[in-house]
């Protein structure tokens, strides 16, 4: 049987040479063989982030390290402002998970910025929540937002949130789970304190694993955090570090394949990898609007689209063509493309373009989607 081609926001198609790696035999995870290989995996993780904070490999998917970020720095004794900045499903996860994280009404106080999915993040609004944060009566703030907005295919204004973020002296968590290892994601000059992103990504790994990056002053709010998470408690992270080892057994077949794939982005080099993805999502726009098909994403002018996956527009209005035949029709013909989430099931679609995937595997999908929509009649041909 074919393989089924996924331009699916992860998990992405994994390289014969990564998913090999994953059949090595196992190693003793307390030994050198396993610390060199994890000083290799932060090393090359940090050139990737451009960073010089400490970073952690975790054996959880992105979520995890979400969890992660937001359970170290919040616990229901701490007296903080959680202000989340968000603009899709992701933005709003880290809500949900600071909501858990308290257990108490008052204290963090969580200030949701909420904007219509689809829609940019308004610096204005989120100046003024941080400047109204500051007469409230917890000093410490926490700012979250997603880089790449998987959900809605949005690049938001990371540099411009940091800067802000900075001026109001709060930790700035950014998720950049589905843009580092296939965008520009300078994380120490986007001021993010905490930096994550997915293995199943655009770093072109199974899924299983997250990294995050952790700056001084988020370690200072986190030490401050007597009620951390026990398994995902960050400060063991560090100490485990410094001998090149996880607190806890790492799910070692997954390090073995996140290795490689890092090996493949150096052959390849990070410009290189960048260019290749601009060059792929805008193969798909132009693509997709010279087929008549419409952008969901509306920009303002600190925003932009994707570079790693775009979502477009299942013209459902006109009565043309609906969810099922198009990405049911696309799977026929053997090609997966993500639907909307949420609120979004039936009214987008979604093509990924991270990872190893190259132009030959999107000019395939642009094939496809004209044989759908030429078959649909949405196109006379
Ligand atoms: C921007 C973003 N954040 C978080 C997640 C959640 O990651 P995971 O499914 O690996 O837990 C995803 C997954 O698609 C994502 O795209």
Redesign the pocket.
């Known amino acids: 049987m074919e393989e089924e081609l996924l331009m699916i ?2 998990p992405v198609p994994v390289l014969p040479r990564i998913r090999e790696a994953m059949t090595k035999p196992m190693i003793f995870h307390r030994g050198d063989e396993f610390g060199a290989m994890y000083e290799e995996i932060v090393e090359t993780l940090k050139d990737i982030y451009q960073t010089r904070n400490d970073l952690f490999v975790l054996s ?5 390290a ?1 969890e992660a970020a937001i359970g170290n720095l919040v616990s229901n004794e701490t007296k903080l402002v959680c202000i989340t900045i968000a603009n ?3 933005g709003e ?1 880290f809500g949900e998970i600071a909501v858990r994280y308290k257990a108490d009404a008052v204290t963090p106080v969580n200030v949701n910025v909420n904007f219509e999915w689809g829609h940019s993040i308004e610096l204005e609004a989120v100046k003024e929540a941080l400047e109204n944060s500051s007469s409230s009566d917890p000093k410490s703030k926490i700012v979250t937002m ?6 809605t295919g949005i690049l938001n204004p990371a540099k411009e949130v940091g800067k802000l973020a900075r001026k109001h002296d709060a930790v700035f968590v950014l ?1 950049c ?2 843009s580092i290892g296939g965008d520009k994601v300078p994380v120490d000059e986007l001021g993010a304190d905490i930096a ?1 992103v ?4 655009c770093l072109g790994a199974p ?1 299983g694993l ?1 990294a995050l990056s952790v700056s001084e002053h988020a370690w200072e709010m986190i030490r401050e955090n007597e009620r951390r998470p026990y398994y995902m408690d960050l400060i063991a992270y560090k100490k485990s570090l410094e001998k090149k080892q996880t607190p806890y057994t790492p799910a070692l077949p997954l390090f073995f394949a996140l290795h490689e794939a890092l090996a493949v982005i150096r052959e390849e080099g990070m410009e290189n990898r960048i260019e290749r993805h601009r060059g792929m999502a805008k193969t798909v726009r132009d693509a997709v609007t010279g087929l008549g098909l419409r952008l969901f994403p509306k920009l303002n002018e600190v925003s932009d689209y994707s570079n790693t ?1 775009t979502a477009i527009e299942i013209p459902i209005a006109d009565g043309s063509i609906t969810d099922e035949q198009l990405r049911g029709g696309m799977r026929k013909r053997g090609v997966i493309v993500a639907g909307g989430q949420g609120k979004l099931k039936g009214k987008i679609f979604r093509i990924a373009t991270m990872g190893n995937i190259t132009e030959r595997e999107v000019m395939k999908t642009i094939q496809v989607l004209e044989e759908v929509l030429v078959g649909n009649e949405f196109i006379k041909k």
Do not use: A, L, Y
């Open positions: 926001p992860g959880g998917s992105g979520t995890c979400m899709g499903k992701f996860r997603v880089h790449n907005e998987t959900s998720d789970i589905t994550i997915g293995s199943q990504k899924p997250s996956v």
